[in-house]
């Protein structure tokens, strides 16, 4: 079985700040994937970026960005020049590769970005 | 492209009684849906994985006789809850499944079930 840990409940910061949001995992698999949903006060919830453990390179979509340090499991989440509709609650989140398994989510770190 | 809806978006019963939740994949079919639970301020956690033509797999703790699940067809999935109690009332998330090489899940908007 494999978990997710989010150790940063809440974190705010001022409006075009860079923010950095923490997620380790542990696993005994190989191949898997790693995502980061957002989920605003409508709890829709919204793909960030996405990882996948056999590409070395670091995922960027935009000015969300991530850190994936395969060897430590640790999977960061970067928010660059953030803005006021980044408010929401981030979920780090775990699934294996090849197979059509749920995902494995983290508690959560609850963003404000503050005007 | 890949939008899942869900309907209802909320729903209030009383005690005892069953609601039914569907999940349908709008412009896609899904041969995997995956349901979710949401209590406030938590994580999602899985309940069940539906696949299309076959029993569903419950998570360790969810009861299966509480929970029915049934994906009949590619793009629709119902779970249903039976003799719902006050402690069944929570946020509750569906997901399909494309498929291809991502393994990504796209999410129902949710429904919200409060038990009188």
Known sequence: ?115 | GAVVSQHPSWVICKSGTSVKIECRSLDFQATTMFWYRQFPKQSLMLMATSNEGSKATYEQGVEKDKFLINHASLTLSTLTVTSAHPEDSSFYICSAQTGGNYNEQFFGPGTRLTVL
């Open chain 1, 1 to 115: 079985a494999q978990t997710v840990t989010q150790s940063q409940p809440e974190m705010s910061v001022q409006e075009a700040e860079t923010v950095t949001l923490s997620c380790t995992y542990d696993t005994s698999e190989n191949n898997y994937y790693l995502f980061w949903y957002k989920q605003p006060p409508s709890r829709q919830m919204i793909l960030v970026i996405r990882q996948e453990a056999y590409k070395q390179q670091n995922a960027t979509e935009n000015r969300f960005s991530v850190n994936f340090q395969k060897a430590a499991k640790s999977f960061s989440l970067k928010i660059s020049d953030s803005q006021l509709g980044d408010t929401a609650m981030y979920f780090c989140a775990f699934i294996p590769g090849g197979g059509a398994d749920g995902l494995t989510f983290g508690k959560g770190t609850h963003l404000i970005i503050q005007p």
